[in-house]
T-cell receptor, first 113, second 109 residues
Framework: DAMVIQNPRYQVTQFGKPVTLSCSQT?????MYWYQQKSSQAPKLLFH???????NEADTPDNFQSRRPNTSFCFLDIRSPGLGDAAMYLC????????????FGPGTRLTVT | KQEVTQIPAALSVPEGENLVLNCSFT??????LQWFRQDPGKGLTSLLL?????REQTSGRLNASLDKSSGRSTLYIAASQPGDSATYLC????????FGTGTRLQVFP
């Protein structure tokens, strides 16, 4: 089945230690998104790629970066995680932007100790 | 600035009841609206997508309606089951997807 895969499902990192979260897709979609969802809150868009074009949300902290080496993979890098970065990180894909349905992966729950 | 509100925040019902979950949004200039299901500690599962030109969509026991002019959508769940217990999120798509904070549903046997 075509799908969105996130690895790892659970990640524990230390305060200030860089961490990378991974997302891959077999849908061959053009757009890949990263969302942050803190406990009992709505998911919040961090950034997205339309093909190789990177689009950063204005309020996304500089501590968060992303890479998309090819169509299938997208990475979220947190350079110096703080306690406030503990959250569920959700990856999503869509065929195009705005009018197209978004398909979400299972998420990676990040704990910062 | 688009804001999405979901009422009620939590709902607990006995099995078999028909349910209505509400979603309202402040800016009617949207491309579509999606309803998602989220189980505890899990990702989002898309339930229904309604394009801005549509009035409703149905999938099995689920029916979602959209009234763009009044900024409202409802998700109707028929004959609820314990397996329907989850958080239900609505999201509107304009230049990006904006989510509500969800309705946490518990269906007890």
């Amino acid at each position: 089945d075509a799908m969105v895969i996130q690895n790892p499902r659970y990640q524990v990192t230390q305060f200030g230690k860089p961490v990378t979260l991974s997302c891959s897709q077999t849908l061959n979609h053009n757009v890949m998104y990263w969302y942050q969802q803190k406990s009992s809150q709505a998911p919040k868009l961090l950034f997205h790629y339309y093909d190789k074009d990177f689009n950063n949300e204005a309020d996304t902290p500089d501590n968060f970066q992303s890479r998309r080496p090819n169509t299938s993979f997208c990475f979220l890098d947190i350079r110096s995680p703080g306690l406030g970065d503990a959250a569920m990180y959700l990856c999503a894909t869509s065929l195009g932007d705005t009018t197209y349905e978004q398909y979400f992966g299972p998420g990676t729950r990040l704990t910062v100790t | 600035k688009q804001e999405v509100t979901q009422i009620p925040a939590a709902l607990s019902v006995p099995e078999g009841e028909n349910l209505v979950l509400n979603c309202s949004f402040t800016d009617s200039a949207i491309y579509n609206l999606q309803w998602f299901r989220q189980d505890p500690g899990k990702g989002l599962t898309s339930l229904l997508l309604i394009q801005s030109s549509q009035r409703e969509q149905t999938s099995g026991r689920l029916n979602a309606s959209l009234d763009k002019s009044s900024g409202r959508s409802t998700l109707y769940i028929a004959a609820s089951q314990p397996g329907d217990s989850a958080t239900y999120l609505c999201a509107v798509q304009a230049d990006k997807l904006i989510f509500g904070t969800g309705t946490r549903l518990q269906v007890f046997p």
